[in-house]
């Protein structure tokens, strides 16, 4: 940042006329107006890059947190009676740093959901074990043969009204893979997002459990 020398210098020349009537020459009254003007200037750039440094580690702070945390603390700052200054500008920086996890934990969620759907596919017409939580949450291993699957659904021979409802599903629900469940002999859905191992052509990828 540098400073603009021709406000300065107006700025210095309105300070020393206002003192036209002291003792002091044109002279010293204009450099005294200068001492004081550079230093108010120097004190603001002082201020600003401070400001800057504690925007950044505010920033900095809340980046790597869940939104999940972050939906809490807006709650609760929405909720308090009053905010004042840096509980605004708290709110600010939570509120832009939620949109930002959002997107991060969604896309990482995107990369993750494609890479089971892989692990299963590649089975084809082998068998591959997949454990994950169901909806009531209790734990489910299925066999699977993910190529048998289009031998058992209408796919481009549905009606269009079935095409569309597919393709709602898929979009709605990115989280669950249909699949063909060897034993039970029946199309079932694995929710992505709670598997737990994929075993496929001998060798069990784990994965963390959801949330």
Same mark, same amino acid.
């Given at each position: ?18 003192? !036209? ?11 005294? *107006? ?10 603001? %750039?002082?201020? *600003? ?9 505010? !920033? ?16 609760? %700052? ?12 708290? %709110?600010?920086?939570?509120?832009? &740093? ?11 969620? !995107?990369?993750? +959901? ?8 590649? &089975? ?7 454990? +994950? ?27 269009? !009204?079935?095409?569309?409802? *597919? ?18 002999? *029946? ?25």
């Amino acid at each position: 940042m540098t400073f603009d020398r021709t406000q300065i210098m107006t700025e210095a020349w309105t300070i020393a006329r206002r003192f !036209a009537g002291n003792r002091e020459t044109w002279g010293q009254r204009l450099s005294r *107006a200068l001492k004081l003007v550079w230093w108010n200037a120097k004190e603001a %750039l002082r201020r *600003a890059v401070e400001n800057a440094r504690l925007a950044v580690e505010k !920033a900095s702070a809340l980046a790597g947190r869940t939104a999940a945390s972050l939906r809490a603390e807006i709650e609760q %700052l929405e909720n308090t009676d009053r905010l004042g200054f840096d509980g605004i500008e708290r %709110l600010a920086a939570a509120r832009r &740093a939620l949109g930002e996890a959002v997107a991060r934990e969604a896309d990482a969620e !995107a990369e993750d +959901f494609a890479a089971k759907r892989a692990l299963i596919a590649s &089975a084809q017409g082998r068998f591959c074990v997949i454990t +994950f939580i169901k909806a009531d949450g209790s734990r489910r291993v299925m066999r699977v043969q993910p190529a048998a699957l289009k031998f058992h659904v209408k796919g481009e021979a549905a009606s269009e !009204a079935g095409r569309k409802a *597919a393709e709602t599903r898929a979009q709605r629900h990115p989280n669950l893979l249909p699949v063909w469940d060897a034993e039970a002999k *029946a199309p079932r859905s694995v929710n992505l997002a709670t598997v737990l191992s994929i075993k496929v052509d001998g060798a069990t990828h784990s994965f963390p459990p959801a949330g």
